[in-house]
């Protein structure tokens, strides 16, 4: 069995913890239903990222909300690149799978679409 990477991201409005964790409920919830034979038994870790105009909450606090709580979960700021894109949460899931990375679907809501149009659908 081989560890697939999963990537995704959306973005909020502005810096609150209801939205964030919203958010990030919503993105998580897109890339299970995406990848139908993901369960968290399955995930090996997942790495969370935020931009630094966003502070308000942990986005890991969302995945222990949907029920992830013997997933290892770790949050980090992106580095602040000049004109990259704002009030974005990213996601890479360390998936452990049969599936092969070009069937991998990743999810990219909101303005994240931006980020990588090549995949998001």
């Known amino acids: ?3 697939r990477g999963v990537r995704g991201a959306t ?3 502005e810096d609150r913890a209801d939205l964030i964790l919203e958010a990030t409920k919503e993105l ?10 993901m369960q968290p038994k399955d995930i090996g870790s997942v790495i969370f990222s935020m931009t630094v105009d ?20 770790f949050c980090a700021q992106e580095i602040p690149v000049p004109k990259s ?5 990213r996601v890479l ?3 452990n799978t049969r599936i092969s990375q070009k069937n991998i679907k990743h999810v990219y809501l909101r303005e994240a679409v931006r980020l990588r149009p ?3 659908e």
């Not at 998580?28 to 034979?37: D, F, W």
């Not at 894109?85 to 949460?89: D, N, T, V």
């Open 93 to 95: 899931i360390h998936w």
């Open 85 to 89: 894109l704002a009030r974005c949460i």
């Open 1 to 3: 069995m081989a560890v």
């Open 118 to 120: 090549d995949i998001a």
């Open 54 to 73: 966003l502070k308000s909450v942990f986005p890991a606090q969302a995945a222990r909300q949907i029920g992830w709580e013997d997933v290892p979960l």
């Open 11 to 13: 973005t909020v409005l």
């Open 28 to 37: 998580l919830s897109e890339i299970l239903k995406k990848n139908s034979a």
